[in-house]
């Protein structure tokens, strides 16, 4: 949110990624119209633009305080409409969503966190082979070539530094 609140727009474009179709959802179940919950949360994104920099982490998260804008101006959309054109909330809506939820986002840094912790524990040659072969999806025959070594031994290192690597994320 500071990022958003210097100007920086791939900053918003990532909070826009990350957000809009919870948001949307939360637009159109106050609202019951498509149209009326694009609108509403076009002017959410421009207000989180122009009000960054009052977020205050203390108080809320970014979640929720995007949330409260979205919340709202949907409510003040449906008030200006008027008590006689309000519509039936739609209870039973829900948008599909394939990102992987906050709870998953923070296991899996943590699981990065205690990988890379877990790696420097290893000496460098058996460090470095695992991060080839693994992260950069050389082949072992490729990496005892490139090592020039041979391949029962590059193997032996792989195989050692896992287990201990193993051990050590079992901790």
Known sequence: MARVAEGDRAALRQLYEASSSKLFGLCLRILSDREEAEDVLQDVYVTIWRRADRFDA???SVMAWISAIARNRAIDRLRARGPASRRDPIDNFELADDAPGAEALVGA???ARQLEA???QLDERTREVIRTAFF???TYEALALRMDTPLGTVKSWIR????RLKGC???
């Open 169 to 171: 994320l079992e901790q």
């Open 58 to 60: 203390n108080r809320a």
């Open 118 to 120: 877990c790696l420097n």
């Open 109 to 111: 840094a943590d699981d």
């Open 136 to 138: 950069e999806g050389v």
């Open 160 to 163: 050692r530094g896992l287990a």
